[in-house]
């Protein structure tokens, strides 16, 4: 089994792979995806994605996956000074532009999302 | 390697009953253009506009810009390993349209920016308000999944600019530039006291939207490799990149490459322009430290002095390129980077998502949340019922009068890494 | 319209009263009067603003006595009604220039009208670049005539509250706020000609500077831990349960100091930490997991060290600016140093 | 005392003691009451070391 797990709040992302690898799914916003995955870079897991995968901005997009490695070891200072990074680039875009996003545009930033994904899923795979 | 482009001046371009270039004017025939393009199955109608310098006109979202050339004489020809068969080109003779350029848009995604004005504000920003522009509007069929989408717009593109840039096959240029690289030993031995200098292009490889294609091959399926400029010149790199539309490198930039333009213009006076090395930003963090890893050798393997290393995109190829930096800096090379910044409307926030204190030498192509006004123009090319969405500024950006209030990064090639633009920011 | 009324703030040097033997001069303020470089200041500026009075303080005066002089000067710029300070240009002159960055800061800060200095940038003074306006200038006096014409023209802008553009334009040293701006060569001219300088081994200006941080010479070692007082400070955030202070969990506007007088442990009900950049379960059910006030009591009952200093000083180190952290470290330093502290163990997360 | 040494190397630390984790530098909940305390002391007692010790420039205390 793959050392790795997907943290995301796509659920493209958890149709297509749940089956095949560990996904933990969570219903909440980008930055709360971001947030979790600092806890878990903190618990010493490693970051295997850049958080900021994707020249969409942050506050554009709802969707954000992030892949870490299931096992743990001393904490990885290269991935958290990473995730701190792009925390800090999140808040700089400040407030989300669409809050009223319709559903084709929610699914179309799914399906960019999910293509990122399937990159970091082939490289992941190997 | 040695290429000769000869510069076919276009001051004008319109529509006629024949496609042809005569007398500095593209002549377009609307037919022969919806024809080659309606031969992809995938696209169900597309219509044709003019937007030349100074008209009220504003094209939105748009997906790629790129310029007509024609190969004259050598191997190979235009886009190849896409359009054309792949075969080394890079040689021999290539006719450019200059002043010329097809811009494609298409509603691939709901959410889309890239914004070129013709005239106002918006023009100063991005280079292809200077251009004679035929932009192909492409709707596709019903259904119609985002990938295929995308490249079906894409294909819609390179084939119109290559169709026009056979017309210019026979047309004696206006002006010709030489541009040759030389083996590594043979460079050596023609400039033995010159500084040896190479070019390190990052290409945006993360997935649907964000690609670039090298004579065919998706960019984030490749290593580190080395190229040289003058292939660039007829198309070998290919922008599939729709995504941050301020910073990401259209076609035209590749095939424009200014970075490459200016250490030729150097070459064999103060420098020895080695040749480029083209690595990609993929999204897996592993991919990036082998691909760093290998620039830095090859570097190292080419005896460089110095390199510059240009950057595409937000974010995340922030940590590409000060990981490029720093390894190609720790192997002797001295470098200079080319980025852009995100330093929030105020200008006061954190410019990169990363940072390392090797990097002590950098070019800015300015700051892309700078809040900018864009007035109503006449006319919207592409896709306007949308325009509240892909304005780029928040629900509500545009306003009542059909001006839009929005940051630099809406609009196409404003803050450009490859230092395509003057803009700076301090 | 009528006249920007300017006051002009310089050394005693430059008001012909003497060098480093005169460099004690009390501030003194001479309405009407333009001294020294306001001559040239007065013919930039022509009938759009005049110097309405010139204040001179000796360096070294201004430099011991730092407070008092603001206090003295402020209350002579007051009476003077201006719509702009102007101090300087000092060049090189390091106590001069920390004076002019000091005195243009007080006044920008307290009467909230327009300030500007210049100086040559390694002057110590240029540090103030990032609060107040400070013109490029060159390293000597000789450079008046260059500075007058950068200053003047950015002075009457300030004062008309017109845009400031960028630093590399109005010639103010880089403030930290990036400014747009076109430039004469596109970016990859710019980026090779950076690179053969940096291959020549010549001198280059980066348009974008990495992040820098200060270095201090370590301070000697403790000779006698038994008898030391030692204080704890933490960015991890320990705040008395409730956060009292209202420390916020990223980009910290303050920081806290607590009395432990007693406390011989951090418990879940009494402390639990203000920092939003981890996850806080374990600070709050121990804080003692970031903040040892535990051990250390143990330690002090031991005499292992001498005594563990009464407060404590925590604030939360996420997001929050080099700048605020360095300032409130300099404040509660001088605390600690008064109350007799000989060392400080800092934990942070 | 710090989880992350090359931050505090960058930030210009002179004396530096490695710790455990970010949420709990100087803990480890995994470990009993007594068992944690006593990792607790142990790191303490480095950190008073180092100050104890002359140093001419950036030093980690592992």
Redesign the interface.
């Known amino acids: 089994m793959a050392d790795f797990f997907i943290i995301t709040n796509n659920e493209m992302v958890r149709d297509k792979y749940a089956s095949q690898v560990t996904v933990e799914f969570h219903p909440v916003k980008y930055t709360e995806i971001m947030r979790m995955a600092r806890d878990y870079i903190h618990a010493g897991h490693k970051l295997l994605t850049h958080p900021l995968a994707g020249s969409i901005k942050p506050n554009e997009t709802p969707y954000k996956t992030i892949f870490l490695t299931k096992s743990k070891k001393t904490m990885d200072s290269e991935s958290l000074r990473i995730i701190e990074e792009c925390i800090i680039a999140c808040k700089k875009f400040g407030k989300e532009r669409f809050p009223n996003m319709p559903e084709n545009m929610r699914q179309d930033f799914r399906t960019i999302d999910c293509s990122l994904c399937d990159n970091a899923m082939a490289s992941a795979m190997q | 390697m040695k290429l000769e482009l000869g510069y076919v001046n276009i001051h004008d371009i319109q529509f006629a009953d024949q496609s042809k270039v005569e007398a500095g004017v593209l002549y377009v025939c609307k037919e022969d253009i919806k024809n080659l393009v309606l031969e992809d199955e995938n696209i169900k109608s597309v219509e044709l506009e003019i937007a030349k310098p100074g008209d009220s006109i504003r094209i939105m979202p748009v997906k790629d810009v790129i310029e007509p050339r024609c190969k004259v004489e050598g191997p190979g020809d235009i886009f190849p390993g896409v359009i054309s068969k792949v075969d080394t080109v890079g040689s021999g003779k290539t006719n450019v349209l200059r002043g010329s350029a097809v811009v494609t848009t298409g509603k691939i ?3 889309q920016e890239g914004i070129i004005d013709m005239s106002g504000e918006g023009a100063k920003y991005t280079p292809f308000s200077q251009t004679n522009n035929l932009v192909v509007v492409i709707e596709p069929v019903d259904g119609l999944h ?2 295929e989408h995308e490249k079906a717009v894409r294909f819609a593109g390179l084939k119109t600019a290559k169709f026009l840039g056979d017309l210019a096959k026979n047309v004696t240029p206006d002006e010709t530039e030489v541009f040759e690289t030389y083996g590594v030993k043979e460079g050596m031995e023609k400039m033995p006291n010159l ?1 040896r ?1 190479a070019y390190v292009q990052m290409l ?1 490889s ?5 690609d670039t294609y090298v004579y065919g091959v998706d960019a ?1 399926r490749t290593l580190s490799t080395i190229m040289n400029p003058t292939e660039g010149m007829d198309g070998a790199i290919l922008s599939g ?1 729709c ?2 539309a301020c ?2 490198n259209t076609t035209y930039h590749h095939l424009n490459n ?2 490459v ?3 030729f ?2 070459h064999g006076k ?2 020895n322009f080695v040749g480029m090395i083209l690595t990609n930003e ?7 430290q082998r691909s760093s890893d290998w620039t830095a050798k090859l570097c190292r393997w080419l005896d460089l ?4 290393v ?1 950057q595409e ?7 590409d390129l000060i990981m490029n930096c720093k390894k190609i800096e720790e192997q002797g090379v ?6 852009d ?17 090797k ?9 892309a ?2 809040v900018i006004h864009l007035p109503k123009m006449d006319k919207v090319i592409g896709y306007p019922e949308v325009a509240n ?1 892909i304005a780029g ?3 509500g950006s545009l306003n009542a009068d059909g001006s839009i209030d929005a940051e ?2 809406v609009i196409t090639g404003a803050t ?11 | 319209m009528s006249k920007i009324r300017v006051v002009h703030y310089i050394n005693q040097f430059f008001a012909n009263i003497g060098g480093e033997e005169m460099a004690d001069y009390k501030p003194e303020l001479r309405v009407g009067e333009v001294v020294g470089p306001g001559m040239a200041f007065k013919a930039a500026f022509g009938d759009e603003a005049e110097i309405v009075a010139t204040i001179v303080c000796g360096d070294s005066y201004f430099g011991e006595n730092t407070k008092e002089a603001t206090a003295t000067i402020m209350e002579m710029i007051k009476g003077q009604k201006p719509d702009l300070f102007l101090a300087g240009p000092a060049f090189n002159a390091g106590r001069y220039g920390f004076a002019c960055g000091n005195i243009t800061k007080a006044v920008k800060d307290e009467l909230g009208i327009p300030v500007l200095t210049g100086m040559y940038k390694e002057n110590p003074g240029a540090d103030y670049a990032k609060d107040v306006y400070i013109v490029s200038t060159k390293n000597s006096a000789a450079g008046m005539r260059d500075a007058v014409k950068k200053m003047a023209p950015l002075a009457l802008k300030l004062a008309k509250g017109e845009e400031i553009l960028s630093s590399a334009e109005e010639g103010y040293l880089p403030n930290g706020i990036r400014k747009n701006f076109f430039e004469k060569e596109r970016g990859s001219k710019r980026a090779v000609d950076m690179l053969l300088k940096k291959l020549a081994g010549k001198e280059f200006v980066t348009e974008f500077p990495m992040p820098n941080f200060d270095r201090v010479d370590p301070n000697p070692a403790v000779k006698d831990m038994a008898h030391a007082t030692i204080a704890l400070v933490t960015s991890g955030g320990i705040v008395p349960k409730g956060n009292p202070d209202h420390i916020e969990s990223s980009s910290a506007s303050h920081y806290g100091k607590y009395d432990i007088e007693g406390v011989m442990d951090l418990t879940a009900d009494t402390y639990e930490t203000a920092h939003g950049g981890y996850d806080p379960v374990y600070a709050n059910e121990d804080a003692d997991r970031v903040l040892p006030v535990d051990v250390l009591r143990d330690l002090e009952k031991e005499g292992r060290i001498g005594k563990l200093h009464r407060y404590f000083y925590s604030t939360v180190g996420n997001g929050t600016a080099v700048a605020s952290a360095k300032a409130f470290a300099e404040e509660f330093s001088k605390e600690l140093k008064n109350d007799g502290v000989d060392a400080v163990i800092l934990t942070s997360t | 005392m710090c989880t992350v040494t090359p931050i505090s190397m960058t930030v210009g630390a002179n004396r530096i003691v490695p710790t455990i984790a970010i949420p709990h530098p100087l803990g480890n909940p995994e470990l009993t009451h007594e068992e944690e305390k006593a990792l607790r002391r142990g790191l303490v007692e480095k950190a008073l070391k180092a100050l104890e010790t002359e140093v001419t420039e950036q030093t980690i205390f592992e």
């Open positions: 995604v709901a959410f985002q990938h500084p200098v945006q993360q997935g649907l939207m964000h984030k990149n995504v941050s910073d990401k200014p970075v333009k200016d250490l213009a150097q103060t420098l993929n999204v897996y963090l592993a991919d990036k002095d110095g390199a510059v240009s995109g937000f974010g995340n190829p922030d940590t001295k470098t200079v980077i080319i980025t910044e995100y330093a929030g409307q105020d200008g006061k926030s954190q410019s990169l998502a990363d940072a390392d204190p990097a002590d030498a950098v070019v800015t192509g300015g700051n949340n700078m969405i500024g928040h629900e630099l990064q450009n890494e490859l230092g395509f633009n003057k803009l700076s920011a301090r």
